[in-house]
């Protein structure tokens, strides 16, 4: 990767997503700040400038189809292709969604951020990708949506309520982790999932009322896993879901 590089991460105005633009602009590439509020967006990107850095506000509701084919009409004109595609932006929903008591509104907003709102992304900015020399896609997931880990007595997600929204929408952008990497595999492009843990931020305030757990790692820490698929190399791995520590089992 070359300072030419181009990284889009959505949900960026803040968070992990602010981190890890952040971190792919330390490492020298021009980083595009999706945020669907456009003021926010702009000062996220001004921090970064005045950092030294060359980020660039590219407004983005992942769940708007208009907004997302301006984004990339934007990306397009900007800088003619992008090398790296960090579909960042997620909700929670917050709490309290049992499967037996789950609002549908509700639930299906979750899963169009999470899972249709990378589905969008991603096909509007692929034309793109496939003009870089080394395309990546980094989906950012969460370790709640490990089949296994929620499985496991021993594990402290066995113990956390049950939700129909936040962890199913993340284990089926797992699967769609895959599909999309099966699709490109013929084209240099690498597509993984990322498990950045969690973070102090504001994302986390309903996990933590929750679990009772209190939570220290930070941003920086959650955003090294993405940073790290976002700038493999050729040899690197395709439809994986990663933490710092390696493979996460499904």
Not at 76 to 90: E, F, P, Q
Not at 106 to 127: E, K, Q, S, W
Request: aromatic content about 6%; hydrophobic content about 45%.
């Amino acid at each position: 990767m070359d300072d030419t590089t181009t990284a889009l991460v959505t949900g960026a105005n803040k968070g992990i997503g602010y981190a890890v633009a952040a971190g792919l602009a330390a490492r020298g590439m021009t980083v595009l700040i999706g945020a669907r509020d456009a003021g926010l967006g702009e000062k996220a990107a001004a921090s970064l400038r005045d950092a030294g850095h060359d980020a660039r506000a590219v407004p983005l509701d992942v769940t708007d189809p208009a907004a997302v084919r301006d984004a990339a009409r934007h990306v397009a004109a900007a800088t003619g292709r992008l090398d790296v595609l960090v579909n960042n932006a997620g909700i929670s929903g917050g709490a309290g969604h049992l499967p037996d008591e789950a609002d549908m509104d509700v639930v299906h907003r979750v899963f169009d951020t999470n899972l249709y709102g990378v589905i969008r992304v991603t096909n509007a900015m692929l034309p793109l990708l496939r003009r870089a020399p080394a395309g990546r896609i980094v989906n950012v997931s969460s370790g709640t949506s490990s089949m296994a880990a929620m499985t496991d007595p021993g594990h402290y997600f066995w113990d956390t309520p049950a939700s129909a929204a936040y962890p199913a929408s993340k284990a089926a952008l797992n699967m769609l982790t895959i599909q999309y990497a099966k699709r490109l595999r013929d084209t240099g492009i690498l597509v993984n999932a990322a498990a950045p843990g969690a973070c102090a931020t504001d994302f986390v305030l309903d996990f933590t009322r929750l679990t009772g757990r209190t939570i220290e790692r930070t941003a920086e820490q959650g955003a090294a896993v993405a940073i790290r698929l976002a700038t493999l190399g050729e040899d690197g791995p395709t439809g994986g879901f990663f933490d710092d520590d390696g493979p996460v089992p499904w």
